[in-house]
């Protein structure tokens, strides 16, 4: 009839609750999400939750209203003290619509988890380049610090030259390291032989000093014994 009246004393045949739990209840969406029917007057026709059959309808949540309206679509709403989505859509012949739900949190999840995989990533790969640093300060920096430190030193005149710097390894610092002290070796060498011509210069200047003392002792003496001849003579002459 043109006022629906088949179509509604065909839905009053059916045993809502069988077919509810034959064809409606196993329906699963996700984890937690489900599957329900309603009528066009708001009215849950058909419910996983069998006390909100023919009890609860869509008319008393401002969502509901619109889903009404609309008739096709997804929203966004607010469900059982929880965000949910919801994807519907209405049949005019029939009567009916179907809807199904399920928790935005559940929906979330996978990119909750994604995003907990990115963190962990990151934190690796920052760990790995706080590693990375930590083995080239170690092996790079602090050598090549020390053989600055050493040059600064030896720029400034206080360089101990008899301290070398340690050789481990064979890298570009290592071999640094060694031509450093082969020039500190090499240094310290001309610094000996300066010090030995040194005190050859020393003792060589100290014999001529002292044969010069001795030669102006010599000149006293000759002058002495040229004056006694010169008396001697003065005496003969007198």
Same mark, same amino acid.
């Given at each position: +009839?043109?006022?629906? /009246?088949?179509?509604? /004393?065909?839905?009053?045949?059916?045993?809502? &609750?069988?077919?509810?739990?034959?064809?409606?209840?196993?329906?699963?969406?996700?984890?937690?999400?489900?599957?329900? $029917?309603?009528?066009? +007057?708001?009215?849950?026709?058909?419910?996983?939750?069998?006390?909100? $059959?023919?009890?609860?309808?869509?008319?008393?949540?401002?969502?509901?209203?619109?889903?009404?309206?609309?008739?096709?679509?997804?929203?966004?709403?607010?469900?059982?003290?929880?965000?949910?989505?919801? &994807?519907?859509?209405? &049949?005019?012949?029939?009567?009916?619509?179907?809807?199904? $739900?399920?928790?935005?949190?559940?929906?979330?999840?996978?990119?909750?988890?994604?995003?907990?995989?990115?963190?962990?990533?990151?934190?690796?790969?920052?760990?790995?380049?706080? $590693?990375?640093?930590?083995?080239?300060?170690?092996?790079?920096?602090r050598p090549l610090k020390k053989v600055?430190?050493?040059?600064?030193?030896?720029?400034?005149?206080?360089? &101990? @030259?008899?301290?070398?710097?340690?050789?481990?390894?064979?890298?570009?610092?290592?071999?640094?390291?060694?031509?450093?002290? !082969?020039?500190?070796?090499?240094?310290?060498?001309?610094?000996?032989?300066? @010090?030995?011509?040194?005190?050859?210069?020393?003792?060589?200047?100290?014999?001529?000093? /002292?044969?010069?003392?001795? !030669?102006?002792?010599?000149?006293?003496?000759?002058?002495?014994?040229?004056e006694d001849i010169e008396q001697e003579?003065?005496?003969?002459?007198?």
């Open positions: +009839n043109e006022d629906g /009246s088949e179509k509604y /004393s065909l839905l009053s045949a059916v045993d809502v &609750d069988k077919f509810t739990s034959r064809l409606i209840k196993p329906i699963q969406v996700g984890h937690e999400g489900i599957v329900f $029917i309603y009528q066009s +007057n708001g009215l849950f026709f058909s419910h996983p939750d069998y006390e909100k $059959i023919l009890n609860e309808n869509l008319n008393d949540y401002d969502w509901g209203i619109e889903l009404l309206e609309k008739k096709k679509g997804t929203m966004e709403v607010f469900y059982d003290e929880q965000d949910q989505l919801i &994807d519907f859509i209405f &049949d005019d012949n029939i009567g009916l619509g179907v809807a199904s $739900i399920i928790p935005l949190a559940e929906i979330s999840a996978p990119v909750r988890r994604l995003q907990n995989i990115s963190i962990l990533v990151t934190l690796g790969i920052i760990l790995i380049a706080v $590693i990375t640093i930590y083995y080239l300060s170690s092996f790079y920096v600055i430190v050493a040059m600064h030193d030896i720029s400034e005149g206080r360089a &101990d @030259l008899t301290k070398r710097l340690t050789e481990k390894g064979n890298n570009e610092i290592t071999q640094l390291g060694h031509y450093f002290n !082969t020039f500190i070796a090499g240094l310290l060498n001309i610094i000996k032989n300066i @010090l030995n011509m040194s005190k050859e210069v020393a003792n060589v200047n100290e014999n001529l000093s /002292s044969r010069s003392e001795e !030669t102006v002792s010599s000149s006293n003496n000759i002058i002495i014994n040229v003579i003065n005496k003969l002459d007198g």
